[in-house]
Each structure stands twice: as structure tokens, then as C-alpha cells.
């Protein structure tokens, strides 16, 4: 079985330029969520998509940060325009299960560094 | 509102010798707590979880937790540690949303 695949793993992006992460999770995972990681802080929670449709998303950090579920499967995060705060790792995370003791696949992540 | 302390952005241990790491967390309903582990360029994977049932939890590759409600306290703890346990451990909390809070993360270096 796939696991949660993100691309791309690393990114270099130059203040004010656009970027696109792109999710895929575990096929048949209705649960995708979005988390960063700031410069070894905690993983703070971005958002949450049901299928195709937002759940939450009371973590995003602005109206620079714009999530896509199309067709409810993979998911893309952009950022535009960028800014150096927005660097970090994003992390992507699906699970199948209902309820709050839910089993969390993550991929390994996207580095994102905004020069 | 939940949170989740983790007590040492580092800890270091002999190969063989006791793991403990630390976890607090803050819930004003009973939470969910989970440990998940970070391999380095991997992305998180589940270690435990307590969901209410028995209080010490067992989860994988030799790793327990117990829950302490007085203490608000989720330590993960392993008898003997080995080279591959070296890796990032963060621990989480959770109640009834669908929302995951997860702790700064503690690294784990195992000396030889």
C-alpha cells in the first residue's frame, strides 16, 4: 500500500514568488490535513479537508495560504505571494478513521525555504 | 484549549540504558494522547495512543506510555534503548474535534 506522498520534498522560492505543495494521500483516506513546522517548533495544524470539503481551517496563517481538495483526492497548498515567515516544513496527513483516537499516515514532508 | 509540553528539546542516553521523555498536556475534557516518532527524511509515524482504556499503553518497537490524569502526565518510556531509537518523538493530544496538537518534539541521541 502507498503511503502519503508529498512533492516536492524540498523548495527554494525567492520572497513575493509563488509556491505549490502538492499532497497525495492514502487512497481512499476521506480525512486530509495540512500541518507546518516552524524552525524546530511545534507541528502546528493548518487545516482539515473532508473529502472535497474544508472542515477546518482555523490554523491557516492568512489569505496568502490557499488549499485545494479537487475531486477529494490529492490536495495542493499555495502560498502567494510568499514571505521569509513562510518558511518551514508542511506536512501532510490523511487518515481513514472517525473519531478522535485516529491513526494520523504522514508523509515526509515538504521543506520550504523563502530567501 | 488543549496543549502539549514536551521537558527537553534534547535528550541523550547510552545504548542500553533507560528512555524517558516527557509529556504534559492540558485538556479540560478527557483527552486522546498519542506519542508519534519522526525517522530522519520520513514523515511521522504512529509509536502509541491512549484512547481510555488501560492506562499503560504498549506500542511499538518496545516503547510504553502510561497515562497519569493526576499529573497530567503522557511519558514514553523504554527499558533499554538501541542505536535505531535515535530519531525525533513528539507527543500529541486530542478530544472530541478532529483537530491533533502536537508538542516542540524531543530529539533522541543514542551514544555508543
Known amino acids: 500500500e502507498a503511503g502519503v506522498t508529498q512533492f516536492p520534498s524540498h523548495s527554494v522560492i525567492e520572497k513575493g514568488q509563488t509556491v505549490t505543495l502538492r499532497c497525495d494521500p492514502i487512497s481512499g483516506h476521506d480525512n486530509l490535513y495540512w500541518y507546518r513546522r516552524v524552525m524546530g517548533k511545534e507541528i502546528k495544524f493548518l487545516l482539515h479537508?473532508?473529502?472535497?470539503?474544508?472542515?477546518?481551517e482555523s490554523g491557516m496563517p492568512n489569505n496568502r495560504f490557499l488549499a485545494e481538495r479537487t475531486g477529494g483526492t490529492y490536495s495542493t497548498l499555495k502560498v502567494q505571494p510568499a514571505e521569509l515567515e513562510d518558511s518551514g516544513v508542511y506536512f501532510c496527513a490523511s487518515s481513514q478513521e472517525k473519531g478522535a483516537g485516529e491513526k494520523l499516515f504522514f508523509g515526509s514532508g515538504t521543506q520550504l525555504s523563502v530567501l | 484549549a488543549q496543549s502539549v509540553t514536551q521537558l527537553g528539546s534534547h535528550v541523550s542516553v547510552s545504548e542500553g540504558a533507560l528512555v524517558l521523555l516527557r509529556c504534559n498536556y492540558s485538556?479540560?475534557?478527557?483527552?486522546?494522547l498519542f506519542w508519534y516518532v519522526q525517522y530522519p527524511n520520513q514523515g511521522l509515524q504512529l509509536l502509541l495512543k491512549?484512547?481510555?482504556?488501560?492506562?499503560l499503553v504498549k506500542g511499538i518497537n518496545g516503547f510504553e506510555a502510561e497515562f497519569k490524569k493526576s499529573e497530567t502526565s503522557f511519558h514514553l518510556t523504554k527499558p533499554s534503548a538501541h542505536m535505531s531509537d535515535a530519531a525525533e518523538y513528539f507527543c500529541a493530544v486530542r478530544t472530541g474535534g478532529f483537530k491533533t496538537i502536537f508538542g516542540a518534539g524531543t530529539r533522541l541521541f543514542v551514544k555508543a
Open positions: 485538556s479540560s475534557v478527557p483527552p486522546y
Open positions: 479537508f473532508v473529502k472535497e470539503s474544508k472542515q477546518d
Open positions: 491512549y484512547t481510555s482504556a488501560a492506562t
